[in-house]
């Protein structure tokens, strides 16, 4: 179901985001970038939910090792796409300016090269890809717990976590106290921090678990909710950054209503 309306509401926004002239701004770019980077985490939950149902994992060694980058390299994105965007609602309304074409389009090169490069990673032997506790899916293999894991885990978790968890938390404090001087606040300041803290903090957790404790004392059912709690992400940022902008369900709107862009062009 998550991932079902995951792909829906991304698929959507992606959708409209080519079909309306008005929404390519470098600002929505950012949201353009993490609803890619949200639908490839959907459809990498799409691709375990159908080795869930036949109980056994069937796409071979390759396939993990492909399913364990894609879905890698996404969620990594959407994490650093969330600080993207919240670095660009800082520039927006603290600086007074538009985001510029020539800062928006580096700024998703930058994310989606990151995320690809530090994914890529545990291919060449820095990290590994296995199957999840209950084999169906693959992921990075934090079962291993030796000094190979830990040091790619510790780098990649200041780079790829902690980093942009502080861009983001820090760039909505900004905004908040610039907002509060004005009397005008214009956005939810605490929510993107929260939910960014809160849909990656539980799988952050069980990777430190892994790194300083046996993690097999934990249950396989257990170790798969915090991937269950990730894979609620792709709808909690669509609902977050999509549906609650009213210039983009504007766009949409106009996308699902035929009559209305007939018309649009007949002016």
């Not at 200041?158 to 106290?177: A, D, G, I, K, Q």
Request: aromatic letters at 12%; proline letters at 5%; one cysteine or more.
């Amino acid at each position: 179901m998550l991932t079902l309306s995951g792909l829906s509401l991304n698929g959507l926004t992606i959708f409209s985001f080519c079909k309306t002239p008005d929404l390519r701004t470098p600002s929505n770019l950012l949201v353009l970038s993490l609803a890619l980077a949200d639908s490839g985490i959907s459809l990498n939950a799409l691709v375990a939910a159908v080795s869930s149902l036949l109980r056994r994992w069937p796409y071979g060694s390759e396939g993990c090792q492909a399913h364990g980058f894609q879905g890698f390299a996404t969620a990594l994105a959407s994490i650093c796409g969330t600080a993207a965007i919240a670095w660009g609602r800082y520039h927006h309304y603290c600086t007074r300016r538009q985001l510029a074409w020539n800062t928006a389009i580096p700024l998703v090169l930058f994310v989606w090269l990151s995320s690809a490069f530090w994914a890529s990673l545990p291919l060449i032997g820095w990290g590994h890809y296995d199957y999840e506790p209950l084999g169906t899916c693959c992921t990075l293999d934090y079962s291993r717990g030796d000094r190979n894991f830990i040091s790619f885990l510790f780098t990649m978790a200041f780079f790829n976590f902690l980093v942009p968890l502080f861009v983001t938390l820090t760039s909505y404090r900004l905004m908040e106290h610039k907002l509060s001087r004005s009397g005008h606040p214009q956005v939810n300041t605490t929510l993107p921090g929260r939910m960014l803290l809160l849909g990656w903090g539980p799988y952050a957790l069980l990777y430190l678990y892994a790194a300083i404790a046996d993690v097999s004392f934990i249950s396989p059912k257990l170790q798969m909710v915090p991937a269950l709690i990730a894979k609620a992400m792709p709808t909690i940022n669509a609902i977050n950054y999509t549906l609650h902008s009213e210039i983009v369900c504007r766009g949409i709107w106009q996308c699902l209503s035929p009559q209305k862009s007939r018309q649009k062009q007949i002016q």
